[in-house]
Structure formats: C-alpha cells, structure tokens
C-alpha cells in the first residue's frame, strides 16, 4: 500500500512539474501559434546520401513542385479558388470543377487542413512523383456514423 502512495505521489508530482511547465508556456507571447503548430512525433525522411545525388535542376523541379502541390490544396479549399489551372489536361477535361476535384479527393464537410511530403521520385527528365499525406479535419459528430 505504501508503495501504491508513493507512486501515486511521484506521479502527482510529475503531473505539477508539467503543468507547471504549460503554465509558463502558456504565459509566453508566442502561445497561440505554438499551440497550434503540429507536434512532429517520427520524422519522415529520404536519406541524406540520396538528397546529396540530386542534380540542381532536380531539386530545383522537386522544390517547384512541392510549392505546385500546396498551392493545388490551397485552391481547392478556397470556394474562389482554381485548381484546373495547376492539373494536366487529361484531369482537367474529367473533372472540370474545383467542386469536382474536391469531391473526388474529398469528403463532405472536411477541409485540407495541412499536407506534408513522404518520399518522391524522379520519374524522367520531364516527370516526378511526390507521396504525401494530408492532415484532415472533418466536421460532424464521431458517433453520427
């Protein structure tokens, strides 16, 4: 029983130190957007060896399309926004409407709220393959299912 204490109060303890901690977190300045920001918990990573076997023009196309791809979910997110004009044609004569796009890749009442790269591959001279994941948010009640 004394042992069940004893843990029971380091525990408690542990428990002050961090609330502690939040609390002079919480008082400084940059609170709200710290708060906010996602807590990396495993990087995600291509090996350093690989990076360094990059030509310049690969990495400036890797970079380009990165910025492409962000920009193609910050479009489809905004009810004004165009993502047609960042899709190939054969994907914009399929879907012609942002609202088709977004129902395709997305469900109802859930917004894009983050994307982040996986891995990619340079396919060809003029062709990469970016793997990615997106962080979504969904409206609703869980139990609604």
Not at 35 to 46: A, D, Q, Y
Not at 62 to 82: H, I, P
Request: glycine residues 4%; contains cysteine; aromatic residues 8%.
């Amino acid at each position: 029983m004394n042992v069940l204490r004893a843990v029971f109060w380091i525990g408690c303890l542990c428990a002050s130190a961090l609330l502690l901690a939040v609390s002079q977190a919480a008082s400084s300045s940059a609170f709200p957007e710290e708060f906010f920001r996602p807590v990396l918990v495993s990087p995600l990573g291509v090996s350093q060896d690989r990076l360094a076997g990059l030509t310049n023009e690969e990495i400036s196309d890797l970079t380009t399309a990165r910025r492409v791809l962000g920009e193609f979910f910050r479009r489809l997110e905004k009810s004004s926004g165009n993502p047609l004009e960042l899709l190939t044609p054969e994907y914009a004569h399929e879907k012609p409407s942002r609202l088709a796009i977004r129902t395709a890749l997305i469900a109802d009442e859930s917004s894009v709220m983050e994307i982040g790269l996986t891995d990619f591959r340079v396919l060809k001279a003029d062709s990469l393959e970016l793997r990615f994941y997106a962080l979504i948010m969904t409206e609703g009640s869980p139990d609604a299912h």
